[in-house]
């Protein structure tokens, strides 16, 4: 038996010890060295996960906005007409007198009370709290029956909450994220291929690129791969202020939340916005974050009431659209 094993089998506590004190520990240096690994992974993982992250929200967003788009055409099949906006109701007051909008009749369900140009508010504020307006958006919505999930109405980054006039769109209104363009519920959508403008127009194009007319007489083509038919709204104009509902006009604004800056003081940033179109694809392009719909409705040539130009966009508004017989025939 060697010496060693003499020692441990006469004191074998002493023995454990002095084999523990040979173990070598880190030192400082190879911690600080460790740790600076490992915050430099994080640091390299983290924007890695956010932007990941990102970008599921965005292609959930797109699949949302699909599914209400296939849920129109589902629809059409039998009214052979466009679900109805909102826009349907007052833009009849350029024949005559607007018509109320009761709710069931709309494709999402919202409803109010105005008339002509004069709103008086249906549902309290916050929207997501107010228990009318949870029962009517979406499950009273025209469309509802054909895509059956609450949950395909809302943008994934779209919380409830504040509205907020800010880049990344601010607080929603718990209950939708898109609009329908404001001016196609009048007619099917193969006839929406074209249109011949009754008076001169012109109006802004998206970010600093000008202006673009169109003169009495000239006659747009509309390809349904450009033409924008649904929206993902921004907050603030108008879902989740005075005008919680579905209807993309002008003067609403488009919510680039998707951005690839995402600080709320980059006024100057361009973002991504899911839109769908009327061949029934849907693309994120990127816009400025201040894009009017006034602006993009200019883009492709479909004419838009803008009450700052006053009679000509009326005469070419109420040429576009369809004079209906009231009461509302949803």
Not at 219 to 228: E, I
Request: charged fraction near 20%; proline fraction near 7%.
């Amino acid at each position: 038996m060697g010496y060693e094993r003499l020692r441990a089998r006469a004191n074998p506590g002493m023995y454990r010890r002095c084999r523990l004190c040979r173990v070598r520990g880190f030192t400082l240096i190879e911690l600080l060295v460790v740790v600076s690994i490992i915050a430099l992974l994080i640091a390299i993982l983290v924007p890695s996960l956010a932007l990941a992250r990102h970008q599921v929200r965005s292609l959930q967003c797109r699949s949302n906005i699909r599914q209400l788009m296939n849920g129109m055409f589902y629809y059409i099949t039998d009214p052979d007409v466009f679900p109805g906006t909102h826009g349907l109701f007052w833009m009849q007051s350029f024949f005559g007198t607007a018509w109320t909008r009761p709710s069931g009749v709309t494709w999402d369900g919202a409803r109010d009370r105005m008339q002509g140009m004069s709103y008086h508010a249906a549902y309290t504020q916050p929207h997501y709290l107010d228990p009318e307006f949870i029962a009517d958006v979406p499950g009273k919505g025209t469309i509802f029956p054909y895509v059956k999930q609450e949950k395909a109405y809302t943008c994934p980054a779209d919380k409830p909450g504040e509205s907020e006039d800010t880049p990344i769109g601010g607080g929603g209104n718990g209950r939708l994220s898109y609009s329908l363009n404001a001016f196609v519920a009048y007619k099917a959508p193969e006839s929406l291929g074209s249109f011949t403008y009754v008076a001169p127009s012109f109006d802004a194009l998206p970010g600093d690129q000008g202006t673009r007319s169109f003169a009495a007489g000239q006659r747009v083509v509309f390809h349904s791969a450009r033409f924008m038919t649904m929206f993902e709204e921004h907050p603030h104009f108008h879902m989740n202020t005075s005008f919680p509902e579905g209807n993309f006009n002008g003067l609403d604004r488009i919510a680039t939340r998707h951005m690839r800056t995402v600080s709320s003081k980059d006024q100057g940033a361009r973002g991504r916005a899911t839109i769908a179109f009327l061949d029934g694809h849907v693309d994120d392009p990127i816009y400025p974050v201040k894009t009017l719909g006034r602006e993009l409705f200019t883009e492709f040539g479909q004419p838009h009431y803008w009450h700052e130009t006053g009679p000509p966009d009326r005469a070419n508004a109420s040429a576009f659209i369809k004079k209906l017989d009231g009461p509302c025939p949803w």
